[in-house]
Antibody, heavy 118, light 105 residues
Framework: QLHLVQSGAEVRDPGASIKVSCKAS????????IHWLRQAPGQGLEWLGY????????NYAEKFQGRVIMTRDASISTVYMELPRLTSEDSAVYFC???????????WGQGTLVAVSS | AIQLTQSPSSLSASVGDRLTITCRAS??????LAWYRQESGKPPKLLIQ???ILVSGVPSRFSGSGSGTDFTLTISSLQPEDFATYYC?????????FGPGTKVD
């Protein structure tokens, strides 16, 4: 079974950047990618993109292209999502989640709260 | 992008009730639809994928149906942990999109 553990909550000033980590443990074998999503307070789910932990290949939502950067460190089974030039609209809980083959997203990390405020 | 709508947006129910939530896609997505339950303060939990395939470990009171553009999630007998928000999710095409959610209270 795979478990995903994310880094802790962060507070940033507008214009700053954030880098959230997502570490996989347990059964990390198999072909899968890690997706990043976010959920603003009281809102629904928004997809940001995905990164392949083995190849490093990425696919970003058009809204975030040119801004979000998803990377990985295969040696420690960790992927990262970096978002620069933060605004208050980026305040949200950020989730990582695995997609194994052509399936839904499971499991999910516990979420990382990012608050952008001056 | 493929848009998903859900109905109802919220509903009031009691333990033991049978519930049905619908999800409609703006274009055909075959059976590439998943359902999630999100309890307050927790990440979403995958319940159904492939529109009707129950994920291992998920109670059999959950069932899904549909293909193309119209889908349903049914809970046969509501349990206390089912008071939550439910989201449908299409993975037929990028960008992945989600319905706006149905809150059950």
């Amino acid at each position: 079974q795979l478990h995903l553990v994310q880094s802790g909550a962060e507070v940033r000033d507008p214009g700053a950047s954030i880098k959230v980590s997502c570490k996989a443990s347990g059964d990390t074998s198999g072909v899968y990618v890690i997706h990043w999503l976010r959920q603003a307070p009281g809102q629904g789910l928004e997809w940001l993109g995905y990164v392949n932990p083995k190849s490093g290949g990425t696919n970003y939502a058009e809204k975030f292209q040119g801004r979000v950067i998803m990377t990985r460190d295969a040696s420690i089974s960790t992927v990262y999502m970096e978002l620069p030039r933060l605004t208050s609209e980026d305040s949200a809980v950020y989730f990582c989640a695995r997609r194994y083959g052509s399936t839904g997203l499971d499991p999910w990390g516990q979420g990382t709260l990012v608050a952008v405020s001056s | 992008a493929i848009q998903l709508t859900q109905s109802p947006s919220s509903l009031s129910a009691s333990v033991g009730d049978r519930l049905t939530i619908t999800c409609r896609a703006s274009q055909g997505i075959s059976s590439d639809l998943a359902w999630y339950r999100q309890e307050s303060g927790k990440p979403p939990k995958l319940l159904i994928q492939g529109a009707s395939i129950l994920v291992s470990g998920v109670p059999s009171r959950f069932s899904g149906s549909g293909s193309g553009t119209d889908f349903t999630l049914t809970i046969s007998s509501l349990q206390p942990e089912d008071f939550a928000t439910y989201y449908c999710h299409q993975y037929n095409a990028y960008p992945f999109t989600f319905g706006p959610g149905t809150k059950v209270d």
